[in-house]
């Protein structure tokens, strides 16, 4: 396997030097190795190139003896480097960068074979300076490290040796949190799904990436459908699927995704943080709403959570909002919510007319008008209870269509009727 490691960090690292200039601290940008080797460099690998630039330096220094901004294209010694910062020879300061030792010493060398036009341009003179703080940029290394992974996949016909070789970095916290940020995963999982077949292996991307953060916010339907088919395959299903992923994918209208999530878990698990999330969407589809009037949703309960999302699918006005909430409702055991519990929840900010288009609307949702609290029918508790025995086993995503039962039930089952 080659990895072309030096053409990719070769010219590709942008630093923030802050550098102290007149009493006062500035930041300037280093964008590429171009850029860098116009500054010293302290402790360098190359000793070749250490002795090219010090031959260079020196020459230069013979052409223009009275010149004290001798910086440019010149690598320290130690001695040097003491010699430099002693506060008597101010302007001979030598700009560092003791965080990077970079070999650049293939650009360099056909400079140093030319003193005459390689030095620097006496009408460009800068004052020296000294770097005190170098910050690496970090967007442009992951750009570019994102870069190098895929032209390894692409270049390379061992694709599952380089995959693994990424779940090493993973392994590293740096590394972590560089992969997690959604752009970085919506290039290297159609890669892993593209590539490998490794089922374990699969298990371990997961492990890493943070599966419920990704479900959540990042997810596209068919990558999520691959990863759960495969997990389960494994007996690794609950695992992943052991937080409130559904509801938090409601409030996050990742609709498509609750959909696939429904063919593996049984129900959706409740929690104080997919609250927050919903109501937060109920605050910003009413601007006009005051602290008073939201007091009494600030305790969270399940029931709110339900009228919550039926107020936001009812200001969504799709036909898909409806079915997908319609789906959800199926898979849960809870009593029907009235109209007196709307008028609660809704009575302080809304219309008693807007109240009862969104009330008539949840019946049609749940297909069933509910004047007071009632409990589900016996054959929805019997749906809950076999979704629930072969989401234990984790068979729920195939194991419906094994029970052999009539197609009408079978689409029971799956929620679908």
């Given at each position: 396997m080659e990895l072309d490691y030096e053409a990719f960090i070769e010219g590709r690292l942008q630093v923030d030097g802050r550098m102290q200039f007149n009493g006062r601290t500035r930041l300037t940008k280093l964008e590429d190795a171009k850029n860098i080797a116009k500054y010293s460099?302290?402790?360098?690998?190359?000793?070749?190139?250490?002795?090219?630039?010090?031959?260079?330096?020196?020459?230069?220094?013979?052409?223009?003896?009275?010149?004290?901004?001798?910086?440019?294209?010149?690598?320290?010694?130690?001695?040097?480097?003491?010699?430099?910062?002693?506060?008597?020879?101010?302007?001979?300061?030598?700009?560092?960068?003791?965080?990077?030792?970079?070999?650049?010493?293939?650009?360099?060398?056909?400079?140093?074979?030319?003193?005459?036009?390689?030095?620097?341009?006496?009408?460009?003179?800068?004052?020296?300076?000294?770097?005190?703080?170098?910050?690496?940029?970090?967007?442009?290394?992951?750009?570019?490290?994102?870069?190098?992974?895929?032209?390894?996949?692409?270049?390379?016909?061992?694709?599952?040796?380089?995959?693994?070789?990424?779940?090493?970095?993973?392994?590293?916290?740096d590394f972590q949190t560089f992969f997690i940020k959604p752009g970085n995963k919506r290039r290297f999982i159609p890669l892993i799904i593209k590539y490998c077949s490794d089922f374990e292996l699969l298990v371990n991307v997961l492990k890493m990436i943070s599966f419920d953060i990704w479900i959540i916010y990042d997810s596209e339907p068919d990558q999520l459908e691959f990863f759960l088919y495969r997990v389960h395959a494994l007996k690794e299903g609950r695992k992943a699927l052991e937080k409130d992923m559904i509801y938090m994918g409601y409030a996050n209208s990742m609709k498509k995704s609750v959909e696939i999530l429904l063919k593996y878990q049984n129900c959706p698990k409740f929690s104080r943080r997919s609250y927050q999330y919903a109501l937060r969407n109920l605050i910003s589809k009413r601007r006009r709403f005051d602290s008073a009037e939201l007091m009494h949703l600030v305790k969270p309960t399940e029931n709110k959570f339900q009228g919550i999302l039926t107020f936001l699918a009812f200001k969504e006005k799709s036909d898909a909002a409806f079915q997908h909430l319609r789906l959800l409702w199926r898979s849960l055991p809870m009593c029907f919510i009235t109209l007196n519990e709307f008028k609660y929840m809704f009575g302080p900010m809304l219309d008693p007319e807007e109240i009862i288009e969104i009330y008539n609307f949840y019946t049609d949702i749940i297909e069933q008008h509910a004047p007071s609290c009632q409990p589900r029918m016996l054959k929805h508790y019997c749906r809950l209870k076999i979704r629930n025995l072969l989401y234990e086993q984790e068979r729920l995503h195939d194991g419906i269509d094994e029970l052999g039962l009539p197609l009408d039930l079978q689409l029971y089952l799956k929620l679908k009727k």
């Open positions: 460099f302290h402790c360098h690998r190359s000793v070749t190139y250490l002795d090219l630039s010090l031959q260079e330096y020196s020459v230069y220094k013979k052409r223009f003896p009275n010149e004290r901004k001798f910086y440019h294209k010149y690598v320290c010694t130690d001695q040097g480097l003491q010699k430099c910062l002693q506060p008597l020879r101010e302007y001979e300061k030598t700009i560092l960068l003791q965080n990077f030792h970079l070999d650049i010493s293939k650009e360099r060398e056909p400079a140093s074979g030319n003193v005459e036009y390689s030095t620097v341009n006496q009408n460009r003179i800068y004052d020296c300076e000294t770097v005190y703080e170098v910050i690496p940029e970090k967007y442009i290394y992951e750009y570019y490290l994102t870069r190098y992974i895929e032209k390894a996949l692409e270049k390379n016909t061992e694709k599952l040796s380089i995959i693994k070789l990424c779940l090493k970095f993973l392994k590293n916290k």
